[in-house]
């Protein structure tokens, strides 16, 4: 918890003079995060799950969105694509944006971006076919 001394009182101006804070904010702004967490799990409430959301959204967003070529996009379209393959979330990906992935007419991705692409269609189409 955050204190402030009072030293001594300006008693014309009716004013204190502060010297000093003590305490450490944020080690009490983690507790506060921490308790309002588990109050909201308590509660029936996640809040972390909003940003999970947000997160994959953002992520999918960067992977199907293929209308740019120069070398940033394709940066941040593979950091994008390994983070999902990472957390197990490429079956989240549309099946037309891994399409072009496995494709890659124009050389952009990595063989592993591609062979990890190929898999989840592959499971996906047999997974259609019920097998």
Same mark, same amino acid.
């Not at 394709?74 to 549309?94: P, V």
């Given at each position: 918890?955050?204190?402030?001394?009072?030293?001594?009182?300006?008693?014309?101006?009716?004013?204190?003079?502060?010297?000093?804070?003590?305490?450490?904010?944020?080690?009490?702004?983690?507790?506060?995060?921490?308790?309002?967490?588990?109050?909201?799990?308590?509660?029936?409430?996640?809040?972390?799950?909003?940003?999970? @959301?947000? /997160?994959? &959204?953002? $992520?999918?967003d960067?992977?199907?969105?293929? *209308?740019?070529t120069?070398?940033? +996009?394709?940066? !941040?379209?593979?950091?994008?694509?390994?983070?999902?393959?990472?957390?197990?979330? @490429?079956? /989240?990906? &549309?099946? $037309?944006?891994?399409?072009?992935?496995?494709? *890659?007419?124009?050389?952009l991705? +990595?063989?592993? !971006?591609?062979?990890?692409?190929?898999?989840?269609?592959?499971?996906?189409?047999?997974?259609?076919?019920?097998?």
């Open positions: 918890m955050e204190t402030t001394t009072i030293t001594n009182t300006q008693t014309k101006q009716g004013r204190y003079a502060t010297v000093g804070r003590s305490g450490n904010s944020k080690k009490e702004g983690a507790a506060a995060e921490k308790k309002a967490r588990n109050e909201a799990k308590k509660r029936g409430r996640d809040l972390h799950g909003g940003m999970e @959301l947000l /997160d994959l &959204d953002f $992520l999918l960067i992977v199907e969105n293929a *209308d740019g120069d070398e940033y +996009d394709m940066t !941040m379209r593979k950091l994008g694509f390994h983070e999902l393959a990472r957390t197990g979330r @490429l079956s /989240d990906i &549309d099946s $037309l944006a891994l399409s072009y992935v496995c494709m *890659d007419e124009d050389g991705f +990595d063989k592993r !971006m591609q062979c990890e692409a190929m898999q989840e269609l592959a499971a996906r189409t047999e997974q259609s076919l019920g097998n």
